[in-house]
T-cell receptor
Framework: ETGVTQSPTHLIKTRGQQVTLRCSSQSGHNTVSWYQQALGQGPQFIFQYYREEENGRGNFPPRFSGLQFPNYSSELNVNALELDDSALYLC?????????????FGPGTRLTVT | GESVGLHLPTLSVQEGDNSIINCAYSNSASDYFIWYKQESGKGPQFIIDIRSNMDKRQGQRVTVLLNKTVKHLSLQIAATQPGDSAVYFCAENIPHGAQKLVFGQGTRLTINP
């Protein structure tokens, strides 16, 4: 196990609703990245947070937003949910002493939008 | 554009045989290439990485080969075991601001007894 935890495990929402997903990074890790993994696909980078600031963003619309807290835990918020938002949402943490690409993934949150 | 792809979506091997999983990439600026293993219901698990200035790296039962001339990456698993059954992803790290991993579609490896 990586020490990265995510909640909830599963979630069902209706189109148009808003959702908040949570991630607790591994102890000592100050960088959190979020990825979206559609069924049968590889994860796609959404954005990264470093010391509570957004540090980079992938090709996702502004209705995908995030936060990182002083304890380095993080939230992913998605507004105006669409059916195509149904996916596994993964967070990954990294930190001091690790190369930037050394990211440790949590188990993910499975979001279903109906 | 950025893309990391895989030649084979599925691979079936006999237990004890060696497995080779291939991957093509397109971004010359990537500084690291990484292989991840993802079991059902779990997040991707780091297996091995290779820096862009290397062409081979060995781990425990795994070897990664990098051919920058043809932008090709492979993962070799020796003496495949039932526990190796999973989906394997290659990923490239693009070091522009955020350390952004670009993943391929994945190859499902199944082990026949």
């Amino acid at each position: 196990e990586t020490g990265v935890t995510q909640s909830p495990t599963h979630l069902i929402k209706t189109r148009g609703q808003q959702v908040t997903l949570r991630c607790s990074s591994q102890s000592g890790h100050n960088t959190v990245s979020w990825y979206q993994q559609a069924l049968g696909q590889g994860p796609q980078f959404i954005f990264q947070y470093y010391r509570e600031e957004e540090n980079g963003r992938g090709n996702f619309p502004p209705r995908f937003s995030g936060l990182q807290f002083p304890n380095y835990s993080s939230e992913l918020n998605v507004n105006a949910l669409e059916l195509d938002d149904s996916a596994l949402y993964l967070c990954a943490s990294s930190g001091p002493g690790l190369a930037g690409h050394e990211q440790y993934f949590g188990p993910g949150t499975r979001l279903t939008v109906t | 554009g950025e893309s990391v792809g895989l030649h084979l979506p599925t691979l079936s091997v006999q237990e004890g045989d060696n497995s080779i999983i291939n991957c093509a990439y397109s971004n010359s600026a990537s500084d690291y290439f990484i292989w991840y293993k993802q079991e059902s219901g779990k997040g991707p698990q780091f297996i091995i990485d290779i820096r862009s200035n290397m062409d081979k790296r060995q781990g425990q039962r795994v070897t990664v080969l990098l051919n920058k001339t043809v932008k090709h990456l492979s993962l070799q698993i020796a003496a495949t075991q039932p526990g190796d059954s999973a989906v394997y992803f290659c990923a490239e790290n693009i070091p522009h601001g955020a350390q952004k991993l670009v993943f391929g579609q994945g190859t499902r490896l199944t082990i026949n007894p």
